[in-house]
């Protein structure tokens, strides 16, 4: 039996591989950083081409990491970020560089929409509508007569770019698809209404399949390039959301996972598609019996890189972290909305902005860290609130991502949420999730729950009864404050 397991994670920022054990004990990883270029305020693309080659290049430098041979690997798994969108031609060539959920150039089209086009469209799809989506990208593309739409024989995300170029085939797992706002949930097929409205045919899109389903043989210059066997099994996977919640255990109901990175989001699985009468939270397919219900933030880390760029902090992101603590909870009143880059969920409004409210000339640095870690989390509590709604109440919080580094943090979000964290040791909870799915796939663990016996978990982190008091005041100064300026915008 091969020992090791290897997730490759494509991600906004980099191509991330990483090789487990089959335990989920983190073996080695490596990581090749991914540019995004903004030719116009509003747009973000980047080179699909490029972001292939740093994948075979990450995948290259952890089995070198991990100084083991090519028969000691059992499969590989992909996980994606979602909502990519790249023209190609019918030789498989990029046309353009690939949008990505950032792109802002669908803004237009959004807001032509009416209220009543909207609401439909969501519940149709269980994409809300946002710029984020393929569905507006594709509009976009429509509407501007954009040249490479209009050559395009196939509209790829960036993670069927690659499988194209490693497998020469064109397919696409349910939760990539769920996500391009052109698939329908409910029958599991591209949905013809949102097709006519983008102006494109279903044969110019992949194959929709399983998240377990193999891929067959790997080209074998790409093979040897990435140091692994042209047979070594290689499943589809999924989008990282959906890898995210798999890979650190929230599977059942109530158990909920929170990823907080540069963006963050909060998800739960469920087993039926539900859609909010809101339109505040997504339903993404997963399996063939499961769905993946939840919101995503614009405004997570990014929102404390941005304070400490702007206040000229030279110390380390943890003692910068570390000032929030000479604060109490509340930072003397100074409450901060995190829409400093738009926002999807709540709002939902890529013309959502950032503000800080209750300034006095008495707050310092640490009020104003303080109030940015303390706007992020709240902005997550109000998108868990109306995931409640949907999928009942939280009984478990899993967390992952960058900010799940920090106790000082974690703390915070056991106080706000006045819930027990619990947080993997292994902070690659996607790759995880998508090397099991692997696993599942050749047959060698019986189904994805049984990840739960081979998850690192440290110590759970729990509310302080006294702080989740306080907390729940300033929660609803929070809360109204957000509902009077979202009007603003």
Not at 275 to 296: A, K, L, N, Q, W
Not at 405 to 431: C, K
């Amino acid at each position: 039996m091969s020992n090791y397991v290897i997730g490759l994670d494509l991600g906004t920022t980099s191509a991330k591989a990483c090789i487990f054990n089959r335990v989920g004990h983190l073996i080695a990883e490596a990581e090749e950083l991914v540019d995004s270029e903004y030719p116009q305020v509003g747009w973000v693309q980047q080179n699909a081409a490029a972001i292939e080659r740093s994948a075979v290049l990450a995948v290259s430098k952890a089995i070198q990491k991990a100084g083991i041979g090519k028969d000691e690997v059992a499969v590989l798994g992909f996980s994606a970020a979602m909502h990519s969108l790249v023209p190609v031609s019918g030789e498989g060539k990029p046309l353009s560089p690939a949008l990505i959920w950032s792109d802002g150039r669908g803004t237009d089209q959004a807001e032509r929409l009416t209220e009543e086009e909207r609401q439909r469209y969501y519940e149709r799809t269980g994409t809300p509508i946002h710029p984020m989506s393929p569905f507006l990208k594709l509009l976009w593309m429509k509407d501007a007569g954009y040249e490479p739409y209009r050559q395009a024989a196939f509209f790829m995300s960036i993670k069927e770019y690659l499988i194209y170029c490693w497998f020469g085939k064109r397919v696409i797992d349910y939760s990539m698809a769920s996500a391009t706002g052109l698939f329908n949930p409910y029958t599991r097929e591209w949905d013809g209404e949102m097709l006519d409205l983008v102006g494109i045919q279903a044969s110019q899109l992949s194959e929709i399949v399983a998240p377990t389903t193999l891929l067959g043989t790997i080209n074998r210059e790409i093979a040897e390039e990435m140091g692994i066997a042209p047979e070594l099994p290689v499943a589809i996977g999924a989008a990282d959301g959906q890898l995210a919640n798999l890979g650190i255990g929230a599977l059942l109901p109530g158990e909920v996972a929170v990823s907080v990175g540069t963006s963050g989001a909060i998800r739960q699985v469920t087993h039926e598609a539900k859609v909010s009468s809101r339109g505040e939270t997504f339903c993404y397919s997963f399996t063939e019996d499961s769905y993946i219900i939840g919101g995503p933030t614009n405004n997570g880390g990014i929102a404390l890189q941005w304070l400490k760029q702007l206040l000229n902090d030279q110390g380390s992101y943890e003692s910068f972290l570390a000032e929030a603590d000479k604060s109490a909870p509340g930072a003397e009143g100074l409450l901060f909305l995190p829409y400093i880059n738009g926002e999807r969920a709540p709002l939902w409004n890529p013309r959502a902005r950032g503000n800080f409210y209750g300034m006095t000339v008495a707050h310092t640095k640490a009020h104003y860290v303080r109030a940015v870690l303390e706007g992020i989390t709240f902005n997550l509590y109000q998108i868990g609130r109306a995931l409640e709604q949907l999928a009942g109440p939280s009984r478990k919080i899993y967390v992952n991502g960058g900010l799940a580094r920090s106790p000082f943090w974690l703390q915070m979000m056991a106080d706000i949420f006045d819930a027990e964290i619990y947080v993997s040791e292994n902070h690659h909870s996607a790759a995880w999730g998508a090397a099991w799915i692997g696993l599942v796939a050749i047959g060698e663990e019986k189904d994805l729950a049984s990840i739960k016996s081979n998850i690192p978990m440290g110590e759970a982190v729990h509310p302080n009864p006294g702080n989740s008091k306080v907390y729940k005041a300033i929660y609803d100064r929070y809360e109204k404050l957000a509902a009077g300026i979202a009007a603003l915008f």
